[in-house]
């Protein structure tokens, strides 16, 4: 393959990745959280299949198979399973100012370029320039993590925040070793399970699954 | 192996060592006796006294034959072995931290007992052993780290024996302020050592955590006062040095007694050790103004440390009081020697120190013979205030004679010990030629007559305590079955008592013996017993200038006694028994007795801007005439003014910014997330 249309390819996978980004940001419903998130593992995962191939790092496919897998398979089932039997699928969560939040993230897309213009410079990689798409991913995931108050919507923030650090990886340095990109994988399996079971807690101790109902947590003064 | 590692074995380093050894093991071997009580009663006090026994002989060893032996125990962090030695000045407060726990530990035997069917003792075995083996290795430690370790050791040791009867709030809330004051002191003691280490080899290499390093280095003078600050505020705090005192009057009277007798009589002089070490030792050469700090807090801890002692009606509290004068006096003998030191005057520095040394021995002998004095009270009464209590000379004649000796010894009067120290820093204030600053010319002619007001204090406050808990009637309502102490606390009582007079009467001695710390620190001997018949009289400077005999003093009294034992009691009928005359008023009871309040009340009167106090008369029923009530409450509340003045300040501000800060702690995942993105994106735009 032609390295231009590799870059071609790649850029055109990275504006998917932080289009899905800014859709999970808006999303309100359950299930459309979670395909969106499915689409955004998808898109990585070819992302880094053709990464791999340009370069010639043959473990990039192994990341692939195992983003694939794992970020669009495994757990998007999980997610499901977990919101058909909290009984949250026909919630609609309350957003507060989608508007506002969109401009924020506009704002955060292009302070990461600004972040990032020295490191395209100076990097040679094909990928350099979907490194600020990349930190503004993972942004967004933490903006979202903030503005949403459903725990289910968190723990999907939460990911997305782990796809766009992947994402980085594999446009600053053609990824990282494979073994901690297993390492990796194993401790968002379970860091998944983990809040699967958190949730299970949530939901029984406060009969909701919206998390400012732990500040009751908080000790009174 | 050779002799030299023989000599380390069996030289006063190691009997020091096989001391601590027995007392850890005992420590260890407690929990496997606790189902039969009080055969664990019996054998580890007697194993605890056998280990102190050992200290004693490798204490004066070591100090008689000038011994400096080091040991390096292969323990510790990797790289950062344990040093260990004994050199004259460790060897002394060996000795008297032994002295005292030999006798207390034989006490203990009878007074444990007390608690059997009440409630299970192991925690106190094993936290006694584990408090006398710290003690003994704070005064062994050659480095900063081992030294840290074992005064933690004694610190948490004797926070759980303040904590023994924890059902009771006022031993959880007296165990909770000695060990926050433990623990900033040790803070301040750390850094202390962190500053002189640093500045021994650098901050880069860990070597000068050894005291030969720091004794070595030079520190430039801004420093070592910093260390030397930061020392003195930690070593202040455990000492209970006014105003860090605060936690010694609640932590001592809770404690055991047994407990109370040692923290009171050698678990502060550990404090005063590490004064002495840090300043005479680590440092080596100070300005005259550090001499002069400790001096003036002397100075302050004595005059008032007896003053509230005066004010107490709890005799346990009135001892711990009493405990903070006496570290006064010792500070004011140590200060005084430092500004001597500074100005070259080696001799009359070596007397000072001498005075403050002697002075630390007696104390740990008769307060802790007072303290076992007042347990055998509490364990026969389950009393504390001296209010209800009276009459016990009847009841407790051991009790009251040991007691007695403990007073007057404490009250600095001839033969007993205290008089003899007392008069020694006397003899160095009065000695000294004019000092060659204002400040000083002022500081020591007001230090010689407030040490002398202490003194006097002292004294009254001392027949307050013998006179309302021993002489007149029973002031409680019904008096309980009183019981004289047994034999093993007797003994405990007597050995302290014995060692009193014996360090009163022959003074020379003991001076000889320890003559050698101040030439090793100052750099020069007193001889205080040259001449003929030398060992009779004690002349610390020259025999024309002030000379005291400690055995003619006392062969004049046991004269006097004898005389008068003679005249009143071989002629049967020279004394009778009568009621007392009533002043034709009517039956008098008990209630009309002179009491503790009422004795210390015109002390009161002179000294009361000094107190918080409270003074509430109230007259029932009301509206009638003052001068004929028919019920009369008199309330009184006396309150140190350094919480008010010190530690409320700091606990409201502590309190003010926890508030302040608590309200980051929102409580809401949200909050927290947007802390820390908020960090992210500054920490990005800084480092781009």
């Known amino acids: 393959m032609d390295l231009n249309i590799a870059a071609q390819l790649n850029s055109f996978l990275a504006a998917f990745v932080l289009l899905t980004a800014f859709?999970?940001?808006?999303?309100?419903?359950?299930?459309?959280?979670?395909?969106?998130?499915?689409?955004?593992?998808l898109f990585l995962s070819i992302n880094t299949a053709i990464v791999g191939f340009v370069a010639g790092k043959h473990h990039l496919y192994i990341s692939s198979v195992l983003t694939l897998s794992l970020k669009v398979i495994l757990l998007p089932y999980i997610l499901h399973v977990l919101i058909r039997r909290l009984k949250v699928h026909k919630e609609v969560e309350v957003v507060e100012n989608i508007p506002m939040t969109m401009l924020m993230g506009i704002a955060l897309v292009i302070f990461s370029y600004y972040l990032m213009s020295p490191v395209s410079q100076l990097s040679t990689l094909v990928t350099r320039s979907t490194l600020a798409v990349a930190l503004a991913t993972v942004m967004i995931g933490l903006l979202m993590m903030i503005t949403r108050k459903h725990a289910v919507s968190q723990i999907i923030g939460f990911l997305a925040m782990e796809n766009g650090l992947f994402f980085a990886a594999t446009s600053a340095t053609y990824g990282m070793p494979l073994v901690v990109e297993l390492g990796v994988a194993l401790d968002i399996l379970i860091a998944a399970f983990i809040f699967g079971i958190f949730f299970f807690h949530i939901s029984t101790a406060f009969d909701s699954l919206d998390v400012d109902q732990m500040a009751r947590l908080k000790e009174e003064d | 192996m050779d002799t030299e590692s023989i000599y380390m074995i069996t030289g006063p380093i190691g009997i020091v060592s096989s001391a601590i050894l027995l007392l850890f093991l005992s420590a260890l071997l407690a929990p496997l006796l606790k189902n039969s009580q009080r055969f664990l009663i019996n054998a580890s006090f007697m194993s605890a006294s056998a280990a102190s026994f050992l200290g004693i002989a490798g204490g004066i060893w070591a100090v008689g034959g000038g011994y400096t032996n080091t040991l390096v125990l292969p323990l510790g962090l990797p790289d950062l072995p344990f040093h260990l030695r004994i050199d004259p000045l460790a060897g002394f407060f060996i000795?008297?931290?032994?002295?005292?726990?030999?006798?207390?530990?034989?006490?203990?035997?009878?007074?444990?007992?007390?608690?059997?069917?009440?409630?299970?003792?192991?925690?106190?075995?094993?936290?006694?052993?584990?408090?006398?083996?710290?003690?003994?290795?704070?005064?062994?430690?050659?480095?900063?780290?081992?030294?840290?370790?074992?005064?933690?050791?004694?610190?948490?040791?004797?926070?759980?024996?303040?904590?023994f009867e924890d059902e009771r709030i006022e031993n959880r809330r007296a165990a909770f302020l000695y060990m926050i004051v433990a623990h900033i002191g040790a803070i301040a003691i750390l850094l202390s050592f962190g500053v002189m280490a640093g500045l021994a080899t650098g901050f880069e290499s860990f070597n000068g955590y050894t005291f030969d390093a720091m004794r070595e280095a030079q520190l430039p003078l801004s420093w070592a006062t910093a260390a030397f600050l930061l020392a003195f505020f930690g070593f202040a705090a455990k000492a209970g040095v006014i105003p860090l005192h605060v936690?010694?009057?609640?932590?001592?009277?809770?404690?055991?007694?047994?407990?109370?007798?040692?923290?009171s009589g050698v678990m502060l002089k550990t404090a005063i050790y590490g004064i002495v070490r840090v300043t005479f030792d680590l440092i080596g050469t100070y300005p005259w103004w550090w001499g002069a700090i400790v001096l003036i807090f002397g100075l302050i801890s004595a005059v008032m440390g007896v003053l509230?002692?005066?004010?107490?009606?709890?005799?346990?509290?009135?001892?711990?009081?009493?405990?903070?004068?006496?570290?006064?006096?010792?500070?004011?003998?140590?200060?005084?020697?430092?500004?001597?030191?500074?100005?070259?005057?080696?001799?009359?520095a070596a007397l000072a120190l001498i005075a403050g040394l002697y002075h630390a021995m007696n104390h740990a002998m008769f307060k802790g013979l007072l303290f076992m004095g007042a347990g055998s009270v509490l364990h026969a009464t389950n009393e504390r205030n001296m209010e209800q209590m009276g009459g016990l000379i009847h009841r407790m004649r051991w009790t009251a004679a040991l007691f007695l000796i403990g007073c007057v010894s404490i009250s600095a009067l001839p033969p007993f010990n205290g008089f003899v120290s007392e008069w020694l820093m006397?003899?160095?204030?009065?000695?000294?030629?004019?000092?060659?600053?204002?400040?000083?010319?002022?500081?020591?002619?007001?230090?010689?007559?407030?040490?002398?007001?202490?003194?006097?204090?002292?004294?009254?406050?001392?027949?307050?305590?013998?006179?309302?808990?021993?002489?007149?009637?029973w002031r409680g309502h019904h008096m309980p079955r009183v019981h004289e102490a047994d034999w093993p606390m007797r003994t405990g009582m007597i050995l302290a008592a014995l060692t009193c007079l014996v360090l009163g009467v022959l003074p020379t001695f003991f001076i000889d013996w320890m003559d050698i710390i101040p030439e090793q620190?100052?750099?020069?001997?007193?001889?205080?017993?040259?001449?003929?018949y030398g060992w009779l009289w004690l002349a610390p400077v020259a025999r024309e200038r002030a000379s005291y005999s400690g055995t003619i003093v006392f062969l004049g009294i046991l004269l006097v006694v004898v005389a008068v034992y003679i005249v009143l009691h071989v002629k049967p009928g020279t004394i009778h028994r009568a009621p007392i005359w009533d002043c034709g008023f009517g039956k008098l009871n008990q209630r009309m007795q002179y009491n503790a309040t009422a004795f210390s009340m015109p002390i009161r009167r002179i000294f009361g801007f000094l107190f918080n106090i409270r003074e509430?008369?109230?007259?029932?029923?009301?509206?009638?005439?003052?001068?004929?009530?028919?019920r009369l409450n008199y309330y009184l509340r006396i309150r140190d003014r350094s919480w008010g003045w010190l530690y409320k300040p700091v606990v409201e501000f502590s309190f003010w910014v926890s508030r302040r800060v608590g309200r980051l702690q929102q409580g809401r995942i949200q909050a927290y997330l947007i802390y820390s993105f908020i960090t992210i994106i500054v920490l990005l735009v800084f480092s781009r």
């Open chain 2, 521 to 532: 620190l100052v750099g020069t001997k007193i001889s205080a017993s040259s001449g003929v």
């Open chain 2, 308 to 348: 509230y002692a005066l004010m107490q009606n709890d005799l346990k509290r009135l001892l711990a009081y009493s405990s903070v004068e006496n570290v006064g006096i010792i500070l004011i003998g140590i200060g005084a020697s430092m500004i001597f030191t500074s100005f070259q005057m080696p001799l009359l």
């Open chain 2, 616 to 630: 509430k008369v109230k007259l029932t029923p009301k509206g009638l005439s003052p001068a004929f009530p028919k």
């Open chain 1, 23 to 41: 859709g999970m940001l808006v999303q309100r419903r359950m299930f459309g959280l979670v395909h969106l998130f499915m689409w955004q593992g």
């Open chain 2, 426 to 473: 006397f003899q160095a204030f009065l000695l000294s030629p004019a000092l060659p600053s204002p400040l000083l010319k002022l500081l020591v002619p007001l230090g010689a007559a407030l040490l002398a007001l202490t003194g006097a204090l002292a004294a009254a406050c001392f027949v307050k305590a013998f006179g309302v808990t021993f002489l007149g009637h």
């Open chain 2, 247 to 263: 936690w010694l009057p609640e932590a001592h009277p809770v404690a055991p007694s047994n407990v109370s007798a040692l923290m």
């Open chain 2, 95 to 163: 000795t008297v931290i032994c002295l005292l726990s030999f006798c207390v530990s034989l006490y203990s035997i009878g007074y444990i007992k007390g608690y059997l069917g009440r409630r299970p003792v192991t925690r106190l075995v094993i936290f006694y052993n584990l408090f006398l083996a710290g003690m003994l290795m704070v005064v062994l430690a050659d480095d900063a780290l081992f030294f840290l370790i074992s005064w933690e050791v004694m610190a948490a040791a004797s926070y759980f024996l303040v904590m």
